[in-house]
């Protein structure tokens, strides 16, 4: 089975900074493609961030200049360092990747992890 754990969140006031981890674990071959993904209250979940294996990263434009996204393919784990953060970006943060099993390499599954709650107060 595999699993993406996100940790980091919490509370912080605006123009401050955190940084999010989302760690894969389980009977891992490989992974392609990484990301963050959020959602607020009463909207839907989007795409935040993106970072392919080879290190290519895609922004949502709210995001572009204060987040960066980065991986560590040894320890399959994806990062989100945000800074310069405002109330707008209160969310639920959620680790998603496209995984290939061991056994099922040829095939890669998309997982989420369960989120990690980010709140920004004015």
């Known amino acids: 089975q595999v699993q993406l754990v996100e940790s980091g969140g919490g509370l912080v006031q605006a123009g401050g900074s955190l940084r999010l981890s989302c760690a894969a674990s389980?009977?891992?071959?490989?992974?392609?493609?990484m990301g963050w993904y959020c959602q607020a209250p009463g909207k839907q979940r989007e795409l935040v961030a993106t970072i392919t294996r080879v290190g290519s990263t895609n922004y949502a434009d709210s995001v572009q200049g204060r987040f960066t996204i980065s991986r560590d393919n040894a320890k399959n784990t994806v990062y989100l360092q945000m800074n310069n953060l405002n109330p707008e970006d209160t969310a639920v943060y959620y680790c998603n990747a496209d995984i290939r099993r061991h056994g099922w390499y040829w095939r890669a599954e998309n997982f989420w992890g369960r989120g990690t709650q980010v709140t920004v107060s004015s």
């Open positions: 389980g009977s891992i071959f490989s992974i392609d493609t």
